[in-house]
């Protein structure tokens, strides 16, 4: 594997021929980090199953550089989910539509709907565009991380998670830390009304104001696969108990206003929801990296982000 320290145009146009040439490419979204392969490439997505170490009926997010690229993998698009697009895209959304031909089932996991994101971290969108004049059609892309591990936020922990199984001509580009830190929210757009599968920086109540509908938010129990809606996820090696009181000796993560308990290890002390997403999963790896067995969160309260950071914790505690 090769790491890629300074992304410039020729870096981004290797990066773009090798994901042509079937290798893999790990690349910042805003999100989180991206495993990237050619979406067309059965092969190419086949190594990210493997270097993941995820079960292969799950489906893959295809990233795309613009609203334009829309239709070469859906169709029967509804109007609701074209104003999402044009008012979140390029960004933190991911809409779930019926496919295209393009879309095969090694992509959808056999279901007739895609996942589609337009990022909006520059280094992804200019692969992204690269990779489309070179005749690509779009990167599927999960989170960088080993199957149910925690997502990395910077290319140090790409590293760390799935370094070891990349192959020597795969590449990792390094954007610095993601600035939004947890997934994209993920809209199921194949109903009358738009569906929350997974809860991000794009709020319920930011939907609403864009579609005039009530959203319906779902608690794990739709059809769809998802395996962010698995209940265990994102789960670090420490142990992760939410809202009770950190012992010495014991990790501690929680807003600024909240004091350190008596010889805690305090792993971050987010200012902001905002703060509080983008460094939630370095602070997660920090206990595994000092060998913590325990860390105690005290989750934030509240709708909007907060309940995007409240899922990913739920889903880290449990085990
Ligand atoms: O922010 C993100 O979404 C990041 C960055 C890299 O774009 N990607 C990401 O991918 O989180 P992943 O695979 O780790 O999580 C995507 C979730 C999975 O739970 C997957 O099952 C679900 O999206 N998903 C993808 N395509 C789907 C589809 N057609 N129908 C239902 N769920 C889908
Ligand atoms: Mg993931």
């Known amino acids: ?29 805003e999100t989180v980090y991206g495993l990237g ?3 067309t490439n059965e092969k190419a997505v086949s190594r990210i199953y493997s270097v993941k170490g995820r079960p292969t009926n799950h489906p893959l997010i295809v990233h795309i550089s613009s ?4 239709e070469d993998w859906a169709t029967d698009i509804p109007d609701y989910a074209i104003k999402l697009a044009r008012e979140f895209w390029p960004g933190p959304m991911t809409l779930i539509l019926p ?3 393009l879309a095969k089932d090694y992509i959808t996991g056999g279901q007739n709907n895609v996942g589609l994101r337009v990022p909006a971290q520059p280094i992804a969108l200019a692969l992204l565009n690269k990779f489309e004049q070179l005749g690509g059609h779009g990167i599927a892309a999960p989170s960088a991380n ?20 990349l192959g020597s001509e795969d590449l990792v580009l390094d954007g610095g830390q993601c600035l939004v830190g947890i997934e994209s929210t993920i809209i199921d757009c194949t109903g009358l009304r738009p569906k929350v599968l997974r809860p991000g ?54 807003l600024s ?37 325990k860390v105690v969160v005290q989750s934030p ?10 899922d990913r914790l739920t889903k880290a505690s449990v085990r």
């Open 1 to 29: 594997m090769e790491f890629i320290s300074n992304c410039t145009a020729d870096a981004i146009a290797n990066a773009a021929k090798a994901l042509i040439d079937g290798h893999l490419v790990a690349f910042p979204t």
């Open 146 to 165: 080993r199957f149910g591990a925690v997502s990395p936020t910077t290319a140090e922990a790409v590293d760390e998670e799935v370094g070891d199984y």
């Open 257 to 293: 206003n909240f004091q350190t308990p008596v010889g805690a290890i305090r792993l971050a002390s987010p200012g902001s929801l905002e703060q509080y997403a983008r460094d939630l999963y370095l602070a997660l790896r920090s206990a595994d990296q000092q060998g913590l067995n």
């Open 201 to 254: 920086a794009i709020t319920e109540e930011m939907i609403e104001q864009v579609v005039d509908k009530k959203v319906e938010i779902t608690e794990g129990e739709s059809e769809i696969k998802a395996s962010g809606l698995l209940d265990s996820h994102y789960a670090p090696k420490a142990k992760i108990f939410l809202n009770s009181i950190a012992g010495p000796g014991e990790g501690f993560l929680a």
């Open 67 to 70: 609203i334009n690229k829309l």
């Open 99 to 101: 496919r295209k031909e």
């Open 37 to 39: 392969a050619d979406a």
């Open 301 to 310: 309260e509240g709708t909007g982000l907060a309940e995007a950071i409240r």
